[in-house]
């Protein structure tokens, strides 16, 4: 289930622009972004490929996105890599399908797809540095219709999450590396279907630092927390932060089921500080 509370993040980006429009002190330009397919399609690289910034252009840029298990209105962030790149490819095993019975005269994809499963765990473990954070998951495993029946295909959806750029095209690497040679020492063909790759979103100091001490002097000392480890999952603002500086800022969701959960919850009582924050950010940037 994709629930991220996007209903609620586009209400608060709506209430700061209806709030400035408000403000007769207000003076400045300000573009409000209403970035659309955030999954899958990577809605942030189309929005730039489009003229988006060329349209509109920016000296900084900012994103607030809510995160559950932080205290409800705290905002936290850190300069520098703060979620993991993302990519994925779906990989098809070529086989040689047959009876369950007959074993020797097939090449059995799901032998083939498990050797793959099994050697992608010491990718991240033997190929990359402990310092770098990185996952490799295999999240499905798709082949046959039968107990009997020795399939001609299996399909495996794979992940892979880095902060580093050099890191990340490591592991695309190895990635195909590993899964071609598994499939050759079985005498079964491969093939790779890449599909839309995010890159690291990568903070830059100054404007963290200039979210820090206005969220600090609008709403408090105990409104906002450092972040002290990145996020492993990924988000498509990353494409805006490698053409304008800018900040990925999170607020706190509070005691809610995780993100992408059957029973999460956007919290309504965060919208109001959300709306402010993107409102004196506005203002306080642009005085």
């Known amino acids: 289930m994709h629930a991220c509370g996007h209903d609620g993040h586009t209400s608060m980006l709506l209430g700061a622009a209806w709030a400035l429009s408000r403000d007769k002190s207000f003076s400045g330009t300000v573009h409000f972004i209403f970035q659309p ?158 599909h839309v790759g995010y890159p690291a979103t990568i903070n830059d100091r100054r404007a963290v630092e200039a979210a820090k001490s206005m969220i600090v002097q609008r709403f408090g000392e105990d409104a906002f927390v450092d972040l002290d480890l990145p996020l492993m999952g990924s988000e498509d603002f990353s494409f805006l932060l490698e053409k304008v500086p800018g900040a990925y800022v999170l607020i706190g969701n509070g005691d809610s089921a995780g993100l992408h959960t059957t029973t999460y919850d956007f919290n309504d009582d965060i919208l109001e500080r959300g709306t402010m924050y993107f409102y004196y950010l506005a203002k306080d940037r642009l005085a």
């Open 37 to 194: 397919a955030e999954e899958n399609f990577g809605g942030g690289k189309l929005m730039i490929e489009d003229g988006l910034l060329e349209r509109f252009p920016c000296d900084q840029v900012f994103a607030l996105h809510n995160w559950p298990g932080i205290p409800t209105g705290t905002f936290t962030t850190r300069a520098g890599p703060i979620a993991a790149s993302i990519d994925v490819v779906t990989v098809t095993v070529k086989g040689k399908g047959g009876h369950g019975a007959q074993p020797e005269l097939t090449i059995d994809p799901v032998v083939v797809g498990s050797s793959i499963v099994m050697a992608l765990q010491t990718l991240v473990s033997r190929n990359i540095s402990p310092h770098q954070p990185a996952v490799v998951t295999v999240g499905a495993f798709l082949a046959g219709s039968a107990s009997n029946i020795i399939p001609d295909t299996a399909v495996l959806e794979i992940s892979m999450r880095a902060m580093n750029p050099k890191v990340r095209e490591e592991i695309r690497e190895r990635v195909e590396q590993i899964a071609t040679f598994q499939a050759k020492s079985y005498g079964a063909d491969i093939s790779f279907d890449w």
